[in-house]
Every structure is written in structure tokens, then in C-alpha cells.
């Protein structure tokens, strides 16, 4: 579909999901129906993750709110739309080195960044996790949830309909799940972090983690990893 098209039969909706933090959703569902998150710092927003619709209501809108300093993806499956959105606001755009590749509208507002950790501004940290892609990343922000922290995933970690609990892929329109030992890799890597999170919020409206986030991430990836290896001795619905 021409962008043109998109922008006819598509509007986005702009809600908060709490302060500091503005979902950006298109409506009708397009694509795989994901919504980026608008993050309200002191020293300028940050624009996580992408969707392809960008109208000029929404473009007076996300002025009104502070305007776009920085792009940051999660994975490519997100990248659609980072260039228009770039060149629009003017804003960089970060994304790992790891899935360059990926990258199908080169523009000079793409930074790649390397390693496992980039800081940002106001607060706020790219981690790479991999697993979904070499180069997936989440984005935590230490100011959010009034300073006990938030962390943004996309589907890297991915909430579920289970209130409580999350899950980890490398495909999900495939249903092919992560190898119980990046699972694992994950996990450890999470609870080494410095990084405190009480919210967490995946890619889509309605899929977030609402209290306890950072026990829950832990605790679904414990749940994961037994349920591969065979030792799970509790069923959980």
C-alpha cells in the first residue's frame, strides 16, 4: 500500500499510558498493529519504536507534546517508518549494529550503536538483549513510574493476556520459541542489571506488566526455561 493510501484510510491514536509516557497507535489496525511509545523528558523526547502512518494531525499533535529529539528501535520488525519520522522531526535515529542489515530506507539520521549498552538522555538506556533479533534492545527509563523505573520492549519481552507474566520468542506469527539457554541468557543478564523497572510495556496497547515487572520478567523466564527442559512441576494456565 502507497504511503498516500496509508495516510487516506488511517489515523493514529494518541493516548497516555501514564505520565511521561504517550502511546502512538494506528487505527484501523495496520501491519502488525504495534504502537510506538513518545517518552517526555526533561531534556527532550524520545520517540520508541515506529509505526508506518504519519499524518499531519499527528504531526501537530506530537509537536504540541515536545516534538521528537531521538528514534530508538527495538528490532527491525519496527523499522517502518523511522525515516519519515526522522526527517520530519529531525531527529536521530538509533538503532544496533547488529541488524544494519535490516535497513531498507537508509537515511543520514540512523546511528548505528554497538555493544550492549547506550545511553541516551533523561534518563534514559538501550540495552541489548538479542534473542528475537542479534541486535534486539529494550529501553529503560529510570525517571518513569515517578523514579522506580520502566522498561520498553517491544516484543524482545513480550507481555501476555496472563496477567503476571511475559514470554520470549524468535518467531511469533511462526510460534517458534526461544532456546531454553537464551532464555536463560536473558534472565541472568536482567537480574545483573543495575537497572530497577516497576512497569513494563511491550509493543502493543493493552500489553504491559502494571506493578512487580522486573519479578515478572524473572519469574516467567524461570517458568519458560522449565517448561523446555522438562523439570516443571506446576501447570500455569
Known amino acids: 500500500m502507497k ?92 538503532v544496533h549494529e547488529l541488524d544494519k542489515e535490516w535497513v531498507t530506507t537508509p537515511s543520514g539520521h540512523i546511528h548505528y550503536w554497538t555493544g550492549d549498552k547506550k545511553e541516551l538522555f533523561g534518563g534514559l538506556t538501550l540495552l541489548r538483549l538479542g534473542g528475537h533479533f542479534p541486535g534486539s534492545a529494550v529501553l529503560h527509563w529510570d525517571k518513569g513510574c515517578q523514579g522506580k523505573g520502566i522498561l520498553c520492549t517491544g516484543d524482545t519481552i513480550q507481555a501476555t493476556p496472563g496477567e503476571g507474566w511475559v514470554s520470549f520468542m524468535y518467531s511469533y506469527p511462526n510460534l517458534i520459541p526461544l532456546p531454553a539457554a537464551q532464555v536463560a541468557r536473558i534472565r541472568d543478564t536482567v537480574k545483573s542489571w543495575p537497572y530497577q523497572f516497576e512497569h513494563l510495556y511491550a509493543g502493543w496497547f493493552g500489553k504491559a506488566v502494571a506493578s512487580d515487572a522486573q519479578a515478572v520478567v524473572l519469574r516467567s523466564a524461570d517458568r519458560y526455561v522449565s517448561i523446555l527442559d522438562g523439570s516443571l512441576q506446576k501447570r500455569y494456565f
Open 3 to 94: 504511503k498516500e493510501d496509508l495516510v487516506k484510510q488511517h489515523k493514529n491514536l494518541i493516548k497516555e499510558e501514564e505520565p511521561g509516557l504517550i502511546g502512538i497507535g494506528t487505527e484501523p489496525t495496520f501491519a502488525i498493529g504495534q504502537r510506538a511509545l513518545l517518552i517526555q523528558t526533561g531534556e527532550g523526547n524520545l520517540l520508541w519504536d515506529c509505526i508506518n502512518v504519519l499524518t499531519e494531525e499527528t504531526k501537530e499533535q506530537v509537536r504540541k507534546l515536545g516534538g521528537i529529539k531521538a528514534i530508538a528501535i527495538s528490532h527491525p520488525h519496527f523499522y517502518t517508518g523511522m525515516a519519515d519520522w526522522a526527517a520530519e522531526f529531525g531527529a536521530a535515529v538509533y
